[in-house]
Nanobody
Framework: QVQLVESGGGLVQAGGSLRLSCGASGLFSGRGMGWFRQAAGKEREFVAG????????YYTDSVKGRFTISRDNAKNTMYLQMNSLKPDDTAVYYCAADSTGRGTARSDFRSWGQGTQVTVSS
């Protein structure tokens, strides 16, 4: 099983940027990966996903053009570059690994990190 640890969250003003990282131990290169977020009082939602070989990426509509998901398999690390942040982006962000390699919103994500807090002030 792959173990995941997120980092890079923090407090940022609206319009600013953050880069989240997800470090993995165990099998990583063959997994599809994704970022999810959960705002206070709301359900967890899919944010972005990436296939095992980076040939496909997926984004929820609200972050398209602002967020970029990427991965470096040689470093066992996945990233989420977040630009033009909005207060509505405030949430705990989680990285996850799937069991198929596709990294789509409907993939079977079975390995999860503990989350990192992102707070965007207006």
């Amino acid at each position: 099983q792959v173990q995941l640890v997120e980092s890079g969250g923090g407090l940022v003003q609206a319009g600013g940027s953050l880069r989240l990282s997800c470090g993995a131990s165990g099998l990583f290169s063959g997994r599809g990966m994704g970022w999810f977020r959960q705002a206070a009082g709301k359900e967890r939602e899919f944010v972005a996903g990436i296939s095992w070989n980076s040939d496909s990426t997926y984004y929820t509509d609200s972050v398209k053009g602002r967020f970029t998901i990427s991965r470096d398999n040689a470093k066992n690390t996945m990233y989420l570059q977040m630009n033009s942040l909005k207060p509505d982006d405030t949430a705990v962000y989680y990285c996850a690994a799937d069991s198929t390699g596709r990294g789509t919103a409907r993939s079977d994500f079975r390995s999860w990190g503990q989350g990192t807090q992102v707070t965007v002030s207006s």
